[in-house]
């Protein structure tokens, strides 16, 4: 499967923005997605995981409650809605799929990787 991630950009604190994860040549009903997001000089950190086989969603504690994670089956793309930005949220934000990993909260358990998009949150 290819991913190809979209839509950051620069936004004020408070603001909102909607990621996308479309998906080539396989269908994103076959893996368990993931976001993750890594700032300058930090290491790359989970955000959100979904998993189509039984609708299941998990986030960081950090994004818990501001951020969604979906998916669109009829557009083979998993989003990442994002609302009540912070600018501790600005990173470059990669979506990934796996499918025989062991913890879906490591990067270690996906397998193929978007290019990642910047998203910038001014104060």
């Known amino acids: 499967v290819q991913l190809q991630a979209s839509g950051g950009g620069l936004v004020q604190a408070g603001g909102s923005l909607r990621l996308s994860c479309a998906a080539s040549g396989d269908t994103v009903n076959n893996y368990v ?3 993750f997001r890594q700032a300058p000089g930090k290491e790359r950190e989970f955000v959100a995981g979904f998993n189509w086989r039984g ?6 504690d950090s994004v818990k409650g501001r951020f969604t994670i979906y998916s669109d089956n009829s557009k083979n793309t998993v989003y990442l809605q994002m609302n009540s930005l912070k600018p501790e949220d600005t990173a470059v934000y990669y979506c990934a799929g796996g499918t025989s990993g062991s913890n879906y ?4 358990s996906y397998d193929y990787w978007g290019q990642g998009t910047l998203v910038t ?3």
Do not use: D, F, I, L
């Open 55 to 60: 609708g299941s969603t998990w986030y960081a």
């Open 105 to 108: 909260y490591t990067k270690q």
């Open 33 to 35: 997605m993931g976001w």
């Open 121 to 123: 949150v001014s104060s």
